[in-house]
């Protein structure tokens, strides 16, 4: 950030007092600028004990499976983005179910927030966003064409979970993996 979006003056980098953070900060107004994580919500859509799937049609990772997630919109709650997105991404409407999993993922600034949800008719397909919408069960999942690491994490839960009958909260943080020391 180089200008304040206030006024347009130019900010600097400080820690505001009472605070323990670098901060944009405007000289001019006073302003400070936070920036916080985002928050991305999705569902996983389950029929028949089936998850529905999208092959993104979308930078980044086009041509990969994920399940259906994006940004929370200002003005939504948790639930409607997420039933938003799935239907942007699949073309088909969902029961929401309860909170599911959520992900921490500190090095880009992102908090995952997944619902399960019930896919109630046939009608999915392909979507701008989405190259090729399917119901995979655990054994044909394509596990090496998923898009990013919080999807094996919460397929492998819910497979787990279904087995028993019993979706507790999931609460993980996904890190960027350690380089080796030399």
């Given at each position: 950030m180089k200008y304040c979006s206030n006024c347009g003056e130019t900010v600097?980098?400080?820690?505001?007092?009472?605070?323990?953070?670098?901060?944009?900060?405007?000289?001019?107004?006073?302003?400070?600028?936070?920036?916080?994580?985002?928050i991305i919500v999705g569902t996983v859509p389950i029929k028949n004990g089936k998850v529905l799937l999208c092959k993104r049609a979308i930078p980044p990772r086009y041509g990969l499976w994920t399940i259906p997630a994006g940004f929370l919109e200002?003005?939504?709650?948790?639930?409607?983005?997420?039933?938003?997105?799935?239907?942007?991404?699949?073309a088909t409407q969902v029961e929401m179910d309860k909170l599911y999993a959520i992900f921490n993922i500190p090095q880009i600034h992102q908090v995952y927030m997944l619902h399960l949800a019930r896919v109630t008719n046939d009608d999915f397909k392909e979507?701008?966003?989405?190259?090729?919408?399917k119901l995979f069960s655990e054994e044909d999942v394509p596990w090496e064409e998923l898009a990013f690491p919080f999807v094996p994490a919460v397929l492998k839960s819910y497979f787990k979970d279904a087995r028993n009958n019993d979706?507790?909260?999931?609460?993980?943080?996904?890190?960027?993996?350690?380089?080796?020391?030399?």
């Open positions: 600097e980098k400080r820690i505001p007092e009472d605070d323990n953070r670098l901060r944009h900060y405007c000289t001019s107004c006073e302003s400070i600028h936070y920036l916080n994580p985002k200002n003005g939504e709650t948790i639930e409607q983005g997420a039933f938003r997105e799935t239907e942007e991404e699949t979507t701008t966003e989405s190259l090729e919408v979706f507790p909260l999931t609460i993980e943080t996904i890190e960027r993996p350690k380089s080796p020391k030399n």
